[in-house]
Nanobody, 126 residues
Framework: QVQLVESGGGLVQAGGSLRLSCAAS????????MGWFRQAPGKEREFVAA????????YYADSVKGRFTISRDNAKNTVYLEMNSLKPEDTAVYYC???????????????????WGQGTQVTVSS
């Protein structure tokens, strides 16, 4: 069982930056690949970024590639999402999630994630 708590959201102007954090409690955080997803009002939840359990590889949605960076610190049981050059269309609730160790599908598929945080709101003004 893994509990996840996101923080770091807020209101920022277009072009600005935010750093989201996701603190995990529970056992064996370092064995879980982790992901960030987001959901804007009236839209389906969408994949943002993922990172392997060791942090050796990362994967990004095309819409955030080159602007967002996912990272993790397994010693601190925390995963981060550094967001730069923010756009109004990045406005959403951002969720971190721990991927199932049994799932073999694509990392952008939210059904592959077992544990979810409560989300943190990011609002980008134009």
């Amino acid at each position: 069982q893994v509990q996840l708590v996101e923080s770091g959201g807020g209101l920022v102007q277009a072009g600005g930056s935010l750093r989201l954090s996701c603190a995990a409690s529970g056992r064996n955080f370092g064995t879980y690949p982790m992901g960030w997803f987001r959901q804007a009002p009236g839209k389906e939840r969408e994949f943002v970024a993922a990172i392997s359990s060791s942090g050796a590889w990362t994967y990004y949605a095309d819409s955030v590639k080159g602007r967002f960076t996912i990272s993790r610190d397994n010693a601190k049981n925390t995963v981060y999402l550094e967001m730069n050059s923010l756009k109004p269309e990045d406005t959403a609730v951002y969720y971190c999630a721990a991927r199932s160790l049994r799932y073999s599908g694509n990392y952008y598929e939210d059904r592959g994630y077992d544990y979810w945080g409560q989300g943190t709101q990011v609002t980008v003004s134009s």
